[in-house]
């Protein structure tokens, strides 16, 4: 044990992320389920995280938040395996890939395709068939910047694994949950072999929610 906690919410990818991260480099955590979407969840978020989100790290005394920022401080701060790759440009690639996960990719694959997709509808919630179109209509640009930097093999390549790996993955594992998604991933053939790299992994296999496992399988 490295003093490490993790603070987060099954469901959420950005709690995945870290955890996949958390697995790469084989680092011992203890880990705490917080729901921040009732009343009690943003209770204990209370002195950890001003905006009442998930996750959060705490290393000791030093709490930190923003996946994107605990990511970092993981790779930065504890042994190999690096999760930050050697060269300037594949550097600028893992920062451009978290910029295009957190500004583009999130809202309309996640919080359109799967949420009401697939996330809602399993929580007996009405969805939004309209907010599902929207989601894949959006969706084609975003991917398409993916395939390129996954094409160009820099990063996203699937053998060397890097924050961007991390922070992509649970992202795309719930948009390709719903079929019509998935046909736009196969669509990218970079995109898609990386995908399918990092679904073989351990990281990714130990850190899926078992929701996912029931309802679209393993595959």
């Not at 930050?84 to 594949?90: F, L, N, Q």
């Not at 996960?101 to 399993?122: A, E, K, N, T």
Request: glycine share 8%.
């Amino acid at each position: 044990m490295k003093g490490l906690a993790l603070i987060g919410f099954e469901h959420s990818v950005y709690t995945r992320a870290v955890r996949m991260a958390l697995h790469e480099k084989d680092l011992a955590y203890d880990y705490d389920e917080v729901d921040p979407f009732t009343p009690a969840g943003q209770a204990a978020l209370v002195g950890m995280h001003p905006f009442g989100r998930v996750p959060v790290l705490r290393h000791y005394a030093f709490v930190l938040y923003e996946t994107a920022a605990i990511l970092g401080y993981l790779d930065d701060g504890f042994d190999a395996p690096p999760l930050w790759p050697k060269g300037a440009k594949a550097r600028a690639r893992v920062i451009q890939v978290e910029g295009i996960v957190d500004s583009y990719l999130y809202q309309p694959l996640v919080r359109q395709v799967f949420s009401h997709g697939i996330y809602l509808p399993h929580l007996g919630e009405s969805a939004d068939p309209e907010t599902v179109a929207a989601g894949l209509a959006a969706s084609g640009t975003v991917l398409d910047a993916l395939e390129e930097i996954a094409g160009a093999g820099l990063v996203l390549n699937g053998r060397d694994i890097t924050r961007a790996d991390c922070h992509l993955a649970p992202m795309i594992d719930y948009f390709a949950a719903l079929p019509e998604a998935r046909a736009l991933l196969e669509a990218r053939p970079a995109l898609a072999h990386w995908f399918g790299s990092m679904a073989e992994r351990g990281s990714f296999a130990q850190t899926r929610p078992d929701f996912m496992d029931r309802l679209v399988g393993t595959d």
